[in-house]
C-alpha cells in the first residue's frame, strides 16, 4: 500500500493547469526602454549623483581603451570591451550596499573595478596569471568568469542562503543577451522566481552574441518579456541612459531587499567595439550601425544633461579626465611589469584538501621543472 493509499491520507488539490497564480500585467516590462536623461524626471535626479556617474562613466571610457590598448601590447590574452556600455556597468556597482555581491561575466571588468577592485588585479584572469587576481570576500564580488551564464545559478544559491540565514543581503547578477540563451539562464531564474530570492538580474542587451544577432536569438517582444514566465517583474530600461539604468536597478535592489523576490531588468545598449580582439566584426555589422550608437553614447548624454542644468563646466570636465588619465597611467604602470609566476600555483586553491590525484600531478610537474632546473646551462633563466 503506498502512501496516497492510505486512509486519511492528504491528497492536495491542484488548481487547474491553465490558471495562473498570479496576474501577469504587473510583471510585464514597458513597451519602450525607460529613460531619464533629455525627460521631465531628469530634474528630479540628483545632481550629486549625476555628477558622480559622469565621473565614473569617463574613468570607466579610459579604462577601456587602455586595456584595449595593452591587448595590442600583448599585455593582455584578451579583452572584452564595454566600450559604449559603460552606464550598465557603473550604474550596477554603484547601486548596491558595501555587503551586497556583484556576480559579473567575463565582460564586466569595468563593474568590477567600479565596485572598487584593482584595476590591475581584475585583469589577472585575462592576463592569464590567476583564475581570480583579487579576493572576492574582500570586495563582495564573485569571480569573474567565461563560461556563459554561470554565474547565474551562483547568485541565485547565494542570495537564497542570505535570505535563509537572515543577513541583509542582495546579490546583482549580469549578463549579456547571449547568456540569456544559456540553460543556466532559465535554470537561474526559476529558482530565484520560486524561492523569492533577494537577487538582481541585469541583462545587457548589447546587440550580438559574438556575431549572432538577437533576432536569431529569440522571438520574444523582448528579453525582459521572460520574466512573466517564471513569475517575476520584468524591467526595460535604457541602457545608455545611466541615471534610468540607476534608477531601475536601484529599485529592483530595494524590492528584494524587502522581501519581493528577484526582478529581470534588461537594458538596450550597444557593443562598439569588437567582441574581442580575436573578433571581425566588420564581418557582420556595418560601419553605419556603430557610428549611429556613438551618437547614442552614454557619455554625452549625462554630459548634455549635466551642461544644460549648470551642474558641469569645462573645469568639472577636464577633473573628470584627468582623473582617468592617472588611472590609466598606474594602470599601464603595472601592467608594463612581468610578474612573478610560480608554476606550482597551478595546484593551489584548487580545492581545500588536494586529491590524491592532484597531489600526484604536483608532484610530477615539480619533478620536471627540477629536472629542467639542472640541465640549465650556468646563468640562464628558468622557463
Not at 486519511?8 to 496576474?23: K, L, N, S, V
Not at 545608455?240 to 535592489?253: G, K, Y
Not at 523576490?261 to 574581442?276: C, K, M, N, Q, S
Request: glycine share 8%; hydrophobic share 40%.
Amino acid at each position: 500500500m503506498t502512501v496516497m493509499e492510505q486512509r486519511g491520507a492528504y491528497r492536495p488539490t491542484p488548481p487547474p493547469a491553465w490558471q495562473p497564480r498570479m496576474d501577469p500585467a504587473p510583471l510585464l516590462p514597458d513597451a519602450e526602454p525607460y529613460r531619464v536623461l533629455g525627460t521631465e524626471a531628469a530634474a528630479k535626479a540628483d545632481p550629486e549623483l549625476l555628477r558622480t556617474l559622469y565621473a565614473q562613466l569617463v574613468r570607466g571610457r579610459r579604462y577601456n581603451a587602455q586595456a584595449t590598448a595593452l591587448t595590442k601590447q600583448g599585455r593582455l590574452a584578451v579583452y572584452p570591451s564595454t566600450t559604449g556600455q559603460e552606464a550598465c556597468e557603473v550604474a550596477a556597482a554603484l547601486v548596491l550596499k558595501e555587503q551586497d555581491w556583484l556576480f559579473p561575466s567575463y565582460r564586466d571588468t569595468l563593474a568590477v573595478v567600479a565596485r572598487g577592485v584593482d584595476p590591475v588585479e581584475a585583469l589577472t584572469l585575462l592576463r592569464g596569471d590567476w583564475h581570480t587576481g583579487y579576493d572576492p570576500y574582500e570586495h563582495r564580488v564573485a569571480p569573474l568568469c567565461t563560461p556563459l551564464a554561470t554565474q547565474l545559478p551562483h547568485a541565485v544559491g547565494l542570495a537564497h542562503a542570505a535570505r535563509l540565514k537572515g543577513d541583509d543581503v542582495v546579490a546583482l547578477a549580469m549578463v549579456g543577451d547571449g547568456g540569456t540563451s544559456e540553460g543556466d539562464f532559465h535554470e537561474a531564474l526559476n529558482f530565484a522566481a520560486v524561492w523569492q530570492a533577494p537577487v538582481v538580474f541585469l541583462v545587457q542587451n548589447n546587440g550580438f552574441a559574438i556575431s549572432v544577432p538577437l533576432a536569431k536569438q529569440t522571438a520574444a517582444p523582448s528579453l525582459a518579456h521572460k520574466a512573466v514566465g517564471y513569475g517575476m517583474p520584468g524591467r526595460l530600461v535604457d541602457g545608455n541612459d545611466a541615471a534610468a539604468v540607476h534608477e531601475v536597478l536601484s529599485d529592483a535592489v530595494r524590492h528584494a531587499r524587502a522581501g519581493g523576490g528577484p526582478t529581470l531588468v534588461e537594458a538596450i545598449t550597444y557593443r562598439v567595439d569588437a567582441h574581442t580582439n580575436a573578433d571581425d566584426a566588420t564581418r557582420y555589422r556595418g560601419d553605419a550601425e556603430v557610428e549611429t550608437w556613438r551618437e547614442h553614447d552614454p557619455i554625452q548624454l549625462l554630459e548634455r544633461e549635466l551642461t544644460a542644468r549648470g551642474l558641469l563646466d569645462e573645469a568639472g570636465k577636464q577633473a573628470a579626465r584627468d582623473a582617468a588619465e592617472a588611472m590609466a597611467a598606474d594602470l599601464r604602470a603595472h601592467m608594463n611589469q612581468d610578474p612573478a609566476l610560480d608554476p606550482m600555483d597551478l595546484f593551489t586553491h584548487v580545492y581545500a584538501e588536494p586529491t590524491s590525484q592532484l597531489r600526484e600531478q604536483r608532484d610530477q610537474v615539480r619533478a620536471e621543472l627540477e629536472a629542467e632546473a639542472e640541465t640549465e646551462p650556468e646563468g640562464g633563466t628558468h622557463r
